[in-house]
């Protein structure tokens, strides 16, 4: 009988619990046994963080958000902080020792849920001998040879929700809404919220934008009797001098992001007088539950990926939704 263990690491996103029902639901059906290893890695150090995963445990998890196995961005087995007897902290590499006790537990593969850090530990344990499926969990969509990756839906209506409901607040109080949302490297979620959402300016990290060129099309809604304006930025969109769009700030390297707009039909020259409200919603977009769209994709590829990677031990895959 196959044993297969998963894990899920790094921040939260739609769909995960998803990956973790297909998984045991297609295992179920080949007479293979599951566990769950709590809080990334903990499983393999701790046993009492080690969980057998049934039919039972899963039911009805696709349809909620999270993980029902914890996760923590802070568990790299090759780079652990211990306190050794001086009281000092030392970063040591526990990885050997997770790596006997996957073959002591008798894993056949495991399945690594995680994003760009929790892919590399993964791809680094494939290195040294530990059959692996790696999972790609990003919102952003930065995965190439994709057109989807799991939670990116959930995300981009989200953030299209949010962008409805600020319409009437914007328009009531003549006000420019900056609205934050992900995409460090990737605009995707700002491009496809802002124009569902109706912004009236989309920056993303792919496109240099120009603050002259965004101050105009303030300027212009203004001239044309339109009061507000809702302007989406991905949290990695940069001018075209390199400046970075600081996250969570609504700044530009200490300076406000629009310098000379129109509010109330009067040309503002000074940032300190421009009327503005950041919407931070970055995180908000990580949470909340995906499509069942996610769980037909599941439940469509892990057989076929949990045979290719068992018939090649040494092998590490990079599962692309």
Not at 15 to 33: D, F, M, P, Q
Not at 81 to 101: F, T, W, Y
Not at 152 to 168: E, R
Not at 287 to 311: A, E, K
Request: proline share 3%.
């Amino acid at each position: 009988m196959k044993k297969i263990v998963i894990s899920t690491g790094g921040g939260d996103a739609p769909g995960l619990n998803a990956v973790i029902y297909s998984v045991v639901h297609t295992c179920y059906r080949k007479g293979w046994e599951v566990y769950g290893s709590k809080s990334g890695y903990a499983g393999f150090l701790d046993f009492d963080e080690m969980i057998r995963l049934t039919l039972k445990d899963v039911e009805g998890i696709y349809s909620t958000g999270g993980t029902i196995l914890g996760s923590t961005n802070k568990g790299n087995p090759f780079r652990r902080p211990v306190e050794n007897l001086a009281g000092e902290i030392q970063i040591v590499d526990i990885s050997d020792k997770i790596l006997r006790n996957f073959e002591r537990m008798g894993f056949d593969c495991h399945i690594a849920i995680g994003g760009d850090g929790s892919l590399e530990i993964a791809h680094r344990f494939a290195e040294k001998g530990m059959p692996v499926i790696g999972v790609p969990k990003t919102i952003d969509n930065d995965l190439e040879m994709t057109n989807r990756t799991f939670g990116f839906d959930t995300a981009v209506s989200t953030a299209t929700d949010a962008l409805d409901k600020l319409h009437s607040t914007a328009k009531s109080h003549d006000r420019v809404l900056v609205v934050e949302v992900m995409g460090r490297d990737s605009g995707w979620i700002a491009l496809y919220s802002g124009i569902s959402g109706g912004a009236d300016v989309i920056l993303i990290p792919e496109i240099p934008f120009d603050m002259e060129e965004v101050c105009n099309k303030i300027t212009d809604n203004e001239l044309h009797d339109k009061h507000y304006s809702i302007v989406v930025v991905a949290e990695g969109a940069i001018t075209k001098d390199g400046k970075v769009f600081n996250k969570g700030q609504g700044r530009l390297d200490g300076t406000r992001l629009f310098s000379v707009v129109w509010v109330n039909g009067l040309p503002l020259k000074s940032a300190n007088e421009l009327k503005k409200i950041h919407v931070p919603w970055s995180w908000d977009i990580c949470s909340g539950v995906g499509p069942l769209r996610h769980l037909i994709v599941c439940l469509h590829s892990v057989l076929v990926l949990l045979q290719f990677v068992l018939l090649r031990r040494r092998f590490s895959i990079i599962w692309l939704l």
